[in-house]
């Protein structure tokens, strides 16, 4: 079993242009959730999904749009990044104990 | 809303030394809480978790934690560190929403150093 997995690992960005983060998960986990994780602000709550179907905001959402594809799978979508958004971006399950992907670096210009 | 604060940003210790990294909540409801570790260009992964019963918790790698409701603390603690140990943690609480799902908060992050 994969758990979770994160497409890409990297990605460099200039500023203005769009790009879709991918997390899959195999742990038939109903919730799923992204996070931004920056020095020193530990992660931080970008949006969630508690099941199939639904999304909610997180703590720092602007900027930022999601999609709960099915049960396995959620996207983030940066419609126009902004150097603010260059962070590091993990896709998690289970909202009590939490199974993390590998995140994704993303370097906005 | 529920807050969780890591009081050490940073703490620098010798191999095989005791340590304690602190974590301290505040919410107003019934929580779980959690403490996670992060190696270098790596994921979270859970250490322990407490969610009810006996207040001393013991996770992996030998790191225990104590819940202490009066003083709304959840400190992680390792009587003899090893330089494997050098990682960044995270204290977490975890509230049920009044959908049913589960919002977690993180504190900051604590870096562990381990000196030889």
């Known amino acids: 079993n994969a758990g979770v997995t994160q497409t890409p690992k990297f990605q460099v960005l200039k500023t203005g242009q769009s790009m879709t983060l991918q997390c899959a998960q195999d742990?038939?986990?109903?919730?799923m959730y992204w996070y931004r994780q920056d020095p020193g602000m530990g992660l931080r709550l970008i949006y969630y999904?508690?099941?199939?179907?639904?999304?909610d905001k997180g703590e720092v959402p602007n900027g930022y749009n999601v999609s709960r594809l099915n049960k396995r799978e959620f996207s983030l979508r940066l419609e126009s990044a902004a150097p603010s958004q260059t962070s590091v971006y993990f896709c998690?399950?289970?909202?009590?104990?939490?199974?993390f992907g590998p995140g994704t670096r993303l370097t906005v210009l | 809303a529920q807050s969780v604060t890591q009081l050490d940003s940073q703490v620098p210790v010798f191999e095989e030394a005791p340590v304690e990294l602190r974590c301290n909540y505040s919410?107003?409801?019934?929580?779980?809480l959690f403490w996670y570790v992060q190696y270098p260009n790596q994921g979270l992964q859970l250490l322990l978790k407490?969610?009810?019963?006996?207040?001393l918790v013991k996770g992996i790698n030998g790191f225990e934690a104590e819940f202490n409701k009066s003083q709304t603390s959840f400190h992680l603690r390792k009587p003899s560190v090893h330089i494997s140990d050098t990682a960044e943690y995270f204290c977490a609480v975890s509230v049920s929403s009044s959908g049913g799902s589960y919002i977690p908060t993180f504190g900051r992050g604590t870096s562990l150093i381990v000196h030889p």
């Open positions: 998690a399950t289970r909202g009590g104990e939490q199974f």
């Open positions: 742990m038939n986990h109903n919730s």
């Open positions: 919410s107003s409801v019934s929580v779980y």
């Open positions: 999904s508690a099941s199939e179907g639904t999304t």
């Open positions: 407490y969610l009810s019963g006996s207040t």
